[in-house]
């Protein structure tokens, strides 16, 4: 398990390729949150609260339209595409047990990715990588 919040940041695959000096620098924006077993973290359509989130104690239920479809525990994390486009929610993550983790809202993400070219690119090609490996024929 990441003893913090850069170490954390280290193993999301989206942030993969960044340097430690980038995750040191994005890691100032994150901030800790904790929520007691059966908080709703993100619910299915919302629009607020939109964030990225990387799980660092506990365990989550991930679900669209009622149905379970994913269990998130240490190291995993969600709402990686909310960091790139203002969109509704695509499920609804509830915490199973209870959860500590680190946040960062897409308001503090976008100075970050703005103020530098490189790390943009990064984690565009990182996006791309995300999407073709979860539906190839969405690049075609």
């Keep these: 398990m990441p003893t913090n919040v850069v170490?954390?940041?280290a193993q999301v695959p989206m942030l993969a390729s960044l340097d430690r000096k980038?995750?040191?620098k994005l890691?100032?924006?994150f901030s800790e949150r904790s929520f007691p077993a059966g908080a709703v973290i993100v619910r299915q359509?919302?629009?607020r609260g939109i964030g990225?989130?990387?799980?660092?104690d506990g365990k989550a239920v991930v679900s669209v339209d009622g149905a379970?479809?994913?269990r998130l525990g240490p190291g995993s994390n969600f709402g990686a595409t909310a960091l790139l486009s203002d969109r509704r929610r695509t499920?609804?993550?509830?915490?199973?047990?209870d959860l500590h983790c680190y946040v960062i809202t897409v308001r503090d993400v976008r100075p970050f990715v703005q103020g530098d070219v490189d790390v943009a690119g990064k984690l565009l090609e990182q996006l791309a990588q995300m999407l073709h490996r979860s539906?190839?024929?969405a690049l075609d």
Excluded: N
Excluded at 52 to 56: D, G, K, N, Y
Excluded at 91 to 97: L, Q, R, S, W
């Design 7 to 9: 170490d954390a940041l």
């Design 22 to 24: 980038h995750l040191e």
């Design 27 to 29: 890691a100032r924006d």
């Design 45 to 47: 359509g919302d629009e």
């Design 52 to 56: 990225f989130f990387v799980i660092a």
């Design 68 to 70: 379970e479809v994913a």
């Design 91 to 97: 499920a609804t993550v509830t915490v199973a047990t």
């Design 135 to 137: 539906s190839p024929a």
